[in-house]
């Protein structure tokens, strides 16, 4: 502070301090003034003692939309949105590493680690009944999350609780037997669903070797290959203070948040290095269509994607509005005898994204069904859209991006995603207000203008290869080995 700025502010307490005592002295003597002149030095008074309150005091009657944000001495990023009289407080976790981390052929083994940090069902059932809160703990492929809340007056045990998560994270053999076996029986009866098959069997064919390949969840023989010491290696790795983001939203005030978030989560390891999230390029995929027989199946799953874009990139709002295009003139080709449980989405990730178009039909219809899909494509990249679509489906995406959750969770979501895309919420629905057709078919070009496409049809194998048998694009078999060529003969000088 300049010594200009010091005897500035001497001078305003001095000035203060007199018109205080002179107030105060007109009244003791019983002074009688107008009463304007008493109505402005009351004022007076007034203001310049409130211009010295403390910032926080001044803070507290302001509500307001922007979080304020800390860190302790281990990195461990902290924003608090202080809610004065909100009897209950949110907690949200980010763990900035998800399932792209698996190792391969261990598929589903972040999602374990993320079971363990709470191996105990009692901490759930405390939570959401003792502390009459709720309790999630969620795995994508880029992140995992954990969700706890509770009574504002009990928020010291809430920290308490995320600390014996992350600080304290156990990993004994009897607890990841118990998990592990939970969680194969799980992937079992989800990966029996002829959708499920069909869903794994484009990302593999799309996506190759990448990460993206795989299921979050995994699978019950990747699952089975997970061991004690993989998961203390990504413990290791990943559960670390600089790797995490914390949200807290709720009636706690920031100092006495900041004291438990210090003494609970002070001690959080910080990593030596962070893991960065690199990998190789998937290869093109094969141009045919790949037939996966199952038998006993009366219909067949269609599957047909491209590769999408990152969700930190601007134009996957457009993409977003395409899927809802390209959903409307799908079944627009298909007729009245198209299927009705057709489906377009468009995932945006942090590595990239998956545009995938999805149909349950009759065997016999399997061809005409892609036809119609790679047309759709093909148009929405050289056509103009007409203005009753575009608007359309413009309103299907606004509803998509209205959050339905809680408005405390909701927040911390749209906090998280700006801090681990740089994209927020608020991003997302200026580019779709300012979305024009031309931006769409443009996005359009970007996405399916000469790029590879990856087909699948799942069903009954004899009648999905008569169907598909007049495609030009051709067939693959599922497990079917490829023909061998016959040696060459040796050639002698």
Not at 44 to 55: D, E, F, G, N, V
Not at 202 to 216: E, M
Not at 270 to 289: G, I, M, N, W, Y
Not at 382 to 410: D, G, M, P, W
């Amino acid at each position: 502070m300049s010594h200009r700025e010091f005897y500035r502010r001497q001078t305003r307490r001095k000035t203060s301090f007199a018109v205080f005592l002179l107030t105060f002295e007109m009244m003791r003597r019983n002074f009688s003034l107008p009463i304007y002149l008493r109505a402005t030095l009351a004022l007076a008074t007034c203001a310049l003692l409130l211009s010295y309150a403390p910032a926080p005091a001044r803070a507290a009657q302001s509500a307001s939309g922007t979080p304020q944000r800390e860190q302790l001495l281990n990195g461990l990023p902290i924003l608090l949105a202080y809610r004065p009289g909100d009897p209950m407080v949110l907690l949200k976790l980010r763990i900035e590493s998800g399932a792209v981390f698996d190792l391969a052929g261990k598929e589903g083994e972040m999602a374990l680690l993320s079971d363990l940090l709470f191996p105990d069902q009692s901490t759930r059932v405390f939570v959401t009944e003792e502390l009459g809160g709720q309790f999630e703990v969620t795995t994508d492929y880029d992140h995992i999350d954990v969700l706890l809340s509770g009574r504002a007056n009990e928020f010291e045990r809430l920290a308490d609780i995320l600390r014996g998560a992350v600080v304290n994270m156990r990993i004994n053999a009897d607890d990841v037997a118990r998990l592990r076996a939970e969680r194969i029986k799980t992937a079992r009866a989800a990966s029996a669903t002829p959708a499920a098959i069909a869903d794994r069997a484009i990302a593999a064919r799309l996506f190759g070797r990448h990460p993206y390949a795989r299921l979050v969840a995994g699978t019950p023989e990747s699952l089975a290959r997970v061991e004690r010491n993989d998961l203390l290696l990504a413990r290791d790795r990943f559960i670390t203070a600089d790797n995490a983001r914390l949200i807290m939203i709720g009636g706690v005030e920031p100092a006495r948040a900041m004291r438990a978030f210090r003494q609970f989560l002070g001690a959080w390891r910080k990593s030596e290095a962070l893991v960065p999230a690199t990998f190789r390029q998937p290869p093109t995929p094969d141009a045919r269509t790949l037939v996966v027989d199952q038998a006993g199946t009366t219909t067949a799953e269609v599957r047909l994607a491209v590769r999408g874009l990152a969700r930190a990139d601007r134009d996957h709002v457009a993409a977003a509005v395409l899927a809802a295009l390209a959903r409307g003139r799908w079944q627009s080709a298909l007729g009245a005898a198209g299927p009705n449980n057709l489906t377009v989405r468009h995932e945006a990730r942090a590595l990239g994204g998956l545009w995938q178009m999805s149909a349950q039909v009759r065997s016999a219809d399997v061809a005409q069904t892609l036809d119609a899909a790679r047309a759709t494509l093909r148009a929405l990249a050289t056509t103009q859209f007409n203005a009753a679509e575009f608007e359309q489906a413009k309103r299907e995406v606004a509803a998509s991006l209205t959050q339905t959750k809680q408005a405390a969770v909701a927040q911390a979501d749209e906090w998280l995603d700006a801090e681990s895309y740089k994209v927020t919420a608020a991003d997302e629905q200026r580019a779709l207000n300012e979305l024009t057709p031309a931006d769409v078919q443009r996005v359009a070009a970007r996405l399916f203008r000469d790029a590879p496409v990856a087909t699948v049809a799942t069903g009954p194998g004899a009648e999905l290869r008569e169907s598909l048998a007049r495609t030009t694009n051709g067939v693959e078999v599922f497990g079917a080995s490829a023909p061998t060529q016959p040696p060459a003969p040796t050639r002698h000088p």
